[in-house]
C-alpha cells in the first residue's frame, strides 16, 4: 500500500506519467494544511472515500497530524503504542502513527519512523516497527531501500505485541550527513546521506501524525491509535514532542515554539487535539 503523508497531493501527475499534465509539486504546502482558517483538506474524493483518494483503486486516506515549520537537524517525541482494530474489506491498507522529518525542494526529502498495523504487510494484527524514507517526493520502500541497521535489540518489521500499552521514546537525528533513528531510548539505525543526490543535511518541516489507509468504504472501519477520540482520556498521545535546533544539539520541547494542529478530513471517524504545548491525542474508532 502506497505510504501516505498529510502533505501529499492527490492527484500530482509528472509528464513522465502523462504528457499532457502539468507538472506539480508531489506535496501540497504547508500553507494549504496548516495554514490559519484552514478547512479539513479533500480532494478526488468519490461516493466510496470521504478523506483523500490519491489514485483510483488506491484506498482512501485518513490523517490527524500536527507539524511545525521551523529549521531543524531532527525531531522527536514519546508515542503510545496501540492496537487498533484494522478490518480489511475491499483491499489493502493500514493504520499507523508516526514521526516525519521533512526538508529539500517542497519538503519532499524526508524520514519516517513509527509503528504500523495491517495484516496484509505483516500477517498478524499486532502494531510493528517501520522506517521509510522518500528522495525527491518520491517514495521507496518500508523498512529496506537502504537502511543500515545497528540495534541488535529493536528492527524494522519487528512485532511490537509486548509494547502494547507502553509509551516509547522515538525520533530522528542528523550526525556525520546520516539520518539516525532512535527507539526506545537507544540507536535503531539510519539511513545514510549518500541516499538523496541533494544533500539533506537539514529539514525544514516535522510532522507528528496518525494515518489510515482503508478499502472499507465509507464510513472506514478500522481505527485510528487506540480507537477513541482525542477527548477521551484512553485516546493514543504523543507527547514531549521536541525539535532539535541545533546541529549536534538536543531534542528541545516544543514549549518554545507553536506547534500547529491540522483539521482531520473525517472528524466523525478520527481527531486530534493539542492538550499543551508539547502533547497531542489523536485517534478515532472509524465506524
Not at 26 to 45: A, D, H, I, T
Not at 160 to 173: E, F, M, N, P, W
Not at 240 to 246: A, D, K, P, Q, V
Request: hydrophobic share 35%.
Amino acid at each position: 500500500m502506497k505510504k501516505g503523508n498529510p502533505l501529499l497531493r492527490p492527484g500530482a501527475r509528472t509528464p513522465a506519467q502523462d504528457r499532457s499534465a502539468v507538472t506539480l509539486s508531489p506535496f501540497l504546502s504547508f500553507e494549504e494544511v496548516y495554514g490559519p482558517g484552514q478547512k479539513p483538506f479533500r480532494m478526488n474524493s468519490t461516493g466510496s472515500c470521504d478523506g483523500i483518494s490519491y489514485e483510483p483503486g488506491a484506498g482512501c486516506y485518513y490523517y490527524a497530524s500536527a507539524a511545525l515549520r521551523k529549521t531543524v537537524y531532527g525531531g522527536g517525541m514519546v508515542l503510545s503504542i496501540h492496537r487498533p482494530e484494522y478490518v480489511r474489506v475491499g483491499g489493502r491498507g493500514h493504520s499507523l502513527a508516526e514521526l516525519s522529518i521533512q526538508g529539500g525542494g517542497n519538503d519532499g526529502d524526508i524520514v519516517e519512523v513509527g509503528w504500523n498495523v495491517s495484516t496484509d504487510d505483516y500477517g498478524d494484527a499486532n502494531p510493528h516497527l517501520f522506517v521509510f524514507h522518500w528522495i525527491g517526493g518520491a517514495g521507496t520502500c518500508y523498512d529496506a531501500c537502504g537502511w543500515q541497521q545497528v540495534s541488535n535489540v529493536y528492527f524494522p518489521g519487528q512485532s511490537l505485541s509486548t509494547l502494547v500499552g507502553k509509551q516509547v521514546s522515538i525520533g530522528y537525528a542528523l550526525i556525520n550527513g546520516d539520518w539516525w533513528a532512535w527507539f526506545d531510548n537507544q540507536w535503531l539505525g539510519y539511513f545514510p546521506g549518500s541516499q538523496w543526490s541533494t544533500p539533506f543535511d537539514k529539514a525544514s518541516l516535522t510532522q507528528w501524525f496518525g494515518e489510515v489507509v482503508s478499502d472499507n468504504g465509507v464510513p472506514p472501519q478500522t481505527q485510528m491509535g487506540a480507537g477513541a477520540f482525542p477527548a477521551r482520556a484512553e485516546a493514543a498521545r504523543m507527547f514531549g514532542l521536541c525539535s532539535i535546533l541545533e546541529n549536534g544539539g538536543a531534542c528541545l520541547s516544543s514549549e518554545d515554539y507553536f506547534i500547529v494542529v491540522a483539521p482531520p478530513q473525517a472528524s466523525r471517524y478520527y481527531g486530534i487535539t493539542r492538550t499543551d504545548a508539547s502533547t497531542i491525542r489523536y485517534g478515532g474508532p472509524g465506524k
